[in-house]
């Protein structure tokens, strides 16, 4: 059921696997002919630019690691504006309003300051709670950028990182480092949840509305359960809001292959429409009205988590913003170099795979006997 589609570490191994498959193996799969003026425009790009858009404490971030969250904001703000959507950036409009009044441009800032700051909270506050992070994960982290480094050099390393937004190879380290811990804390708070949530009825204050940690049961469009899911799904609704154990009726009722006994973590954009405004709406611990989405018919039950502990800890964090640096980021800029950057390598991993087929269609033909040719009818 899960429809997640942005996630920051998603992002990130997603475009190390692109890295691979578009040959930032090889050193010559992608050359452009042009090396000299890549080069120089890579050096121009690599200047970090250190100025800091917003502070958590004591740790800053800087615009250069802003335009990473600058693009991956935009990725789901432009679709849900623009739902077909393809890579034309000629279509479309950062001044347009979305829903709620805003511009494009204005909700794609403030969503990347906060998924910004967010990661920065979660990662501090996350480690200082618990959380296990030391020496060797982050030398796997530098292992892994190293070998990238080595195997396809830096020109097609940065390519890679600049069709996410990312300026650096240093700045990509941090922002992988970032949100490997910050997705690890979220989901050790669903798991291990007494290991972070001490006082439940106080937490409870916290309610978040950037998130939420739900449980549901789904009974499927074509389920296999009743001839008629929309009544058993009110029959569980039904149950539920006369106190029966949830977990009980997701043991005996849920159709979802993929929930857990934690739930569903989840923010903005990353659940489908309906189940995250039904979930966001509740109390904690409120159960909902059967939901129906494409999947079935949904009973929800929303459960304290990280978002409610992201909410507490944010609290406890001094933050600053500067408003003017968010303002002057360059978001059409960001948005589209990364597309660009993407479109350069879907082309050289096209060209690689044609240039695979020729091998092996000529390795092929080398291996057949010399006298199937001539068997063939004349003029086929």
């Known amino acids: ?107 794609i800032l403030e969503t990347a300051i906060q998924k910004a700051i967010d990661a920065i909270v979660l990662m501090e506050k996350g480690i200082a709670n618990g959380f296990v992070w030391g020496e060797a994960e982050d030398k796997n982290i530098t292992d892994q950028v190293d070998s990238f480094l080595q195997s396809g050099g830096e020109a097609q390393f940065l390519e890679m990182a600049k069709s996410m937004g990312i300026k650096s190879v240093e700045s990509y380290k941090k922002l992988y480092r970032q949100s490997m811990i910050s997705e690890g804390v979220l989901k050790d708070i669903s798991e291990n949840k007494d290991k972070y949530i001490k006082d439940a009825e106080e937490l409870k204050k916290h309610k978040s509305t950037k998130g939420a940690t739900a449980q549901h049961v789904l009974i499927n469009k074509e389920s296999t359960k009743t001839d008629n899911p929309e009544a058993l799904a009110k029959e569980v609704c039904e149950k539920a809001k006369k106190g029966e154990d949830f977990a009980a009726l997701i043991t005996q009722y849920n159709e979802d292959p993929g929930a857990t006994p934690a739930g569903y973590t989840f923010g903005p954009g990353e659940m489908v429409k309906e189940f995250q405004d039904a979930a966001f709406a509740l109390d904690i611990d409120g159960i909902s009205d059967v939901v129906k989405t494409d999947y079935g018919f949904h009973v929800i039950k929303r459960l304290l988590g990280g978002y409610e502990v992201l909410a507490k800890w944010t609290e406890e964090c001094k933050i600053e913003k500067n408003d003017s640096a968010i303002k002057k980021t360059d978001v059409s800029g960001i948005v589209t170099e990364g597309i660009e950057a993407q479109k350069k390598i879907q082309a050289a991993q096209a060209q690689a795979q044609a240039a695979q087929q020729q091998v092996e269609s000529g390795a092929a033909q080398a291996g057949q006997p010399a006298a199937q040719p001539a068997a063939q009818p004349a003029g086929e």
């Open 1 to 107: 059921m899960n429809n997640k589609f942005i996630k920051t570490t998603a992002a990130i191994m997603a475009a190390v696997s692109v890295c691979a498959f578009a040959g930032c193996g090889n050193k010559e799969a992608a050359t452009t002919g042009n090396g000299s003026a890549t080069e120089a425009t890579d050096k121009k790009d690599n200047k970090a630019n250190t100025k800091a858009v917003a502070k958590v404490n004591d740790t800053e971030i800087t615009a250069e690691d802003f335009s990473y969250y600058v693009f991956v904001a935009s990725q789901m703000k432009i679709r849900e504006l623009y739902p077909e959507f393809t890579g034309d950036m000629k279509t479309v409009d950062f001044k347009k309003k979305m829903e709620d009044g805003k511009t494009l441009e204005e909700s």
